[in-house]
Structure formats: structure tokens, C-alpha cells
């Protein structure tokens, strides 16, 4: 008999979640989240980083004055109290660098909200929290009435985490995205219209 689907509560980031996020980021298992602080794809280059402060700090900085500012940049998951996932997405323009990206760059003028990537707490892999997080993407595109457009990874087997952050492919197919362009053999890009 399958276990019962776990079921996490989301809500958008806002500076009194600033806290939720940052316990989750510094989670073993989330090296990298914690040093991207989901700024990676808002920039077209790299960040002028002052002697004496690290890239990672920065960027915590840079994203935490985002969201004190009212900017929305995303969702966390909840198992109780506790952060367990994050999923980052906003309009695309938000993000400077997809532009560059010979994947992820513009498939046409549609506005789009653009899905980034995912953070999943090292203990809650495997248990839904990034389907309940696309979930409730979905609910707030349909709110805004906005297209949602995401760059899976499509291809079998094991995902690097390298690859992780944007989730495979069944997890969109599933959500019922559809597929619009593919410009690298396992790097589809996919969209959900709004409702």
C-alpha cells in the first residue's frame, strides 16, 4: 500500500518569512542556495563584490533588500513551522540573464512569470514538496492571470544536482505545461497558460 501524498502549506516570501528562508538555505544539503540566494538569473553578470565581503553575502543582501522592497520573488513550503522548500519565480523580465541564455532566452513577446528554480530541505526530498510548490505557482499565476513558463530537464535517470533547480520534465507534464520550444536535446522549455 503507497504512503499517503504529504501535504505542505505555501506562502508567498515576505520580509517576516526572511527568516524561514535563510533557516532553509543554511540547511545541510543547501551549499549552493546559500550562496546563490536566488540572485544568480536577476543579474545579466556577475555582482561587484566590495574587498573583505564574499559573493554570497552580496547576494543575501541584494535578495533580502528585494523582498524588504515588496518585490515578489517567490514561494515557501511548510511542513509546520518549519521552511521546507522554496521555489523561485517571477516575471521574466525579473530575471536579466535569461535574455543571454541560449535556452531559457525568449521564446516570443508573450509576458511571461518565468519558474527559476527549486530548493528542497535535504530531509523532504522525495516527499512532494516541489509538486505542492508548482501547485500553488499555478494557483498564484491564475490569480494574476499570467503565463508561466519553466526549463526543465528532460531526461532519464538520476538528476545532477547542477540540474535539480529546475526540476524535470514529468513534474511540468504532470502540472499540465505544454511544450513551446527546445533548443538543446534535454532542455525543453514549457509554459501553462492561465486558466
Known amino acids: 500500500m503507497a504512503a499517503p501524498a504529504l501535504h505542505f502549506l505555501t506562502a508567498p516570501l515576505c520580509p517576516e518569512r526572511w527568516s524561514d528562508l535563510e533557516d532553509l538555505f543554511k540547511a545541510r544539503g543547501c551549499a549552493q542556495a546559500r550562496t546563490c540566494w536566488c540572485m544568480y538569473y536577476r543579474r545579466s553578470g556577475e555582482p561587484l563584490v566590495p574587498r573583505g565581503r ?30 521546507v522548500g522554496w521555489l523561485s519565480f517571477g516575471p521574466r523580465e525579473d530575471y536579466a540573464k535569461l535574455a543571454r ?5 525568449p521564446v516570443d513577446e508573450l509576458p511571461v512569470w518565468s519558474v527559476i528554480c527549486f530548493v528542497v530541505r535535504p530531509t523532504h526530498r522525495g516527499q ?28 532519464t535517470g538520476r538528476l545532477d544536482d547542477d540540474t535539480l533547480w529546475f526540476g ?10 505544454t511544450e513551446v520550444a527546445r533548443r538543446k536535446p534535454e532542455r525543453p522549455v514549457v509554459r501553462l497558460q492561465p486558466l
Do not use: I
Not at 136 to 155: F, N, S
Not at 168 to 177: K, Q, R, V
Open 54 to 83: 564574499r559573493k554570497a553575502d552580496v547576494n543575501h543582501d541584494e535578495f533580502q533588500a528585494l523582498v524588504d522592497a515588496g518585490v515578489f520573488t517567490g514561494l515557501l513550503a511548510y511542513e509546520g513551522k518549519q521552511a
Open 101 to 105: 541564455s541560449p535556452v531559457m532566452k
Open 128 to 155: 512532494g514538496v516541489a509538486r505542492e510548490l508548482l501547485s500553488a505557482a499555478k494557483q498564484e499565476a491564475r490569480k494574476r492571470g499570467v503565463t508561466l513558463e519553466a526549463y526543465p530537464v528532460d531526461k
Open 168 to 177: 524535470p520534465a514529468s513534474l511540468y507534464a504532470e502540472a499540465g505545461f
